[in-house]
């Protein structure tokens, strides 16, 4: 079965950027119709979607991070990235990707629903 | 923005018990073109990522038990865990899909704990 895994630095400074990949096994990123994710949850905290890539590589961001966000996908490596630019303490969190499952529907766009879902990293920015 | 709101914050239920977890969306979702609601619930365990147990408010993932049960249409949702065992211990989370752009919402999360 398909299973992902996050990868990147661990610290990141204060203004710099926050960059991720995930590695996708058991299955290629460009076959099927899915939307590759990422959320993030800081420590004690609720989940907050990120943003994601469709197999097409059209992309949706989170409006409250979308003027900082790039998400992108190398098929060659079957991997997708996340890039964060300048990050402060509050980017501070576990990090997951995860595969979005679901469909188009007109007059709403597309949706998903999460599975599965990535072991998560934890980035912490500090200086 | 959908905003999702979850109730209660926590519970305590003992083994056995059911155990209910309210979720409410600030505007529907359910779209009138299909008939379905756009959203969904998530088991979080400690140091573990969250987990799919249903979509389309009620539908079933493969492999969850049946124990776990999702209803409600429009704007308020309930997960319901019909006997609570030990391994049910852990943060649920639903998440609306439906407004997409803007964006994907979860709600804040309700920890089940035994009694």
Redesign the interface.
């Known amino acids: 079965q398909v299973q992902l895994q996050e990868s990147g630095p661990g610290l990141v400074k204060p203004s710099q950027t926050l960059s991720l990949t995930c590695t996708v096994s058991g299955g290629s990123i460009s076959s099927g119709s899915y939307y590759w ?1 990422w959320i993030r949850q800081p420590a004690g905290k ?4 990120i943003g994601r890539i469709y197999t097409s590589g059209s992309t ?4 409250s991070l979308k003027s900082r966000v790039t998400i992108s996908v190398d098929t060659s490596k079957n991997q997708f990235s996340l890039k964060l630019s300048s990050v402060t303490a509050a980017d501070t969190a576990v990090y ?1 990707c ?1 595969r979005g ?2 469909g188009y ?16 990293t934890l980035v912490t920015v500090s200086s | 923005d959908i905003v999702m709101t979850q109730s209660p914050d926590s519970l305590a239920v003992s083994l056995g018990e059911r155990a209910t977890i309210n979720c409410k969306s600030s505007q529907s979702v359910l779209y009138s073109s299909n008939n379905k609601n756009y959203l969904a619930w998530y088991q979080q365990k400690p140091g573990q990522p969250p987990k799919l147990l249903i979509y389309w408010a009620s539908t079933r993932e493969s492999g969850v038990p049946d124990r776990f049960s999702g209803s409600g249409s429009g704007t308020d949702f309930t997960l319901t865990i019909s006997s609570l065992q030990a391994e049910d211990v852990a943060v649920y989370y639903c998440q609306q899909y439906y407004s997409t752009p803007p964006g994907i919402t979860f709600g804040p999360g309700t920890k089940v704990d035994i009694k």
């Open positions: 994710s609720g989940l907050e979607w949706n961001y989170n409006p997951y995860a499952l679901g529907s007109y007059g709403l766009g597309g949706y998903n629903w999460f599975d599965p879902w990535g072991q998560g």
